[in-house]
């Protein structure tokens, strides 16, 4: 991946529905070429899809939990693949320390995660052990990905 690539893929993480035209003004390309580039990243998994950023409290998901779960091997796998498709997980990482993984979801209330934590996550054979934390305000949340390339932008 070279500079254009990353100046491409910043632009399409900024605004998606950017044109090959808008984008190669932008990079200083042709527009034949900046359509190029933009199918060949599709096309080798840099990028992974297009979708719109929606406004969590109109759609209402605006209550915003992380639950650490504890997991015994025995039906892990089994559980991952379950909470992998549910609607209200946004994440789910395997992770270090004292818990087994770190699940992201959006509910629209704390009614939606009690009847979450119920229905979906506690009879799972693997679930040990839950521990949640409630979102209190959201200072930033983004799935936009640094990719200038340098330790200067980190």
Known sequence: MDDIDRKICGLIQEDGRSTSAEIAERVGVSVSTAHDRVRRLVSNGTVLGFRAVLNSRAVGADFCCFLFIDMAYDGEQEAI??????????????????????????????????????????????????????????????????????????
């Open 81 to 154: 693949e379950s909470l992998s498709k549910h609607p209200a997980v946004l994440e789910l990482h395997h992770i270090s320390g004292p818990h087994s993984y770190l699940m992201k979801i959006r509910v629209p209330d704390a009614a939606a995660v009690q009847r979450f934590l119920q229905e979906v996550v506690k009879p799972l054979r693997a679930v040990q052990r839950t521990e949640t934390l409630f979102s209190l305000d959201v200072a930033k949340e983004t799935a936009v990905l640094n990719v200038a390339g340098d330790a200067a932008s980190l």
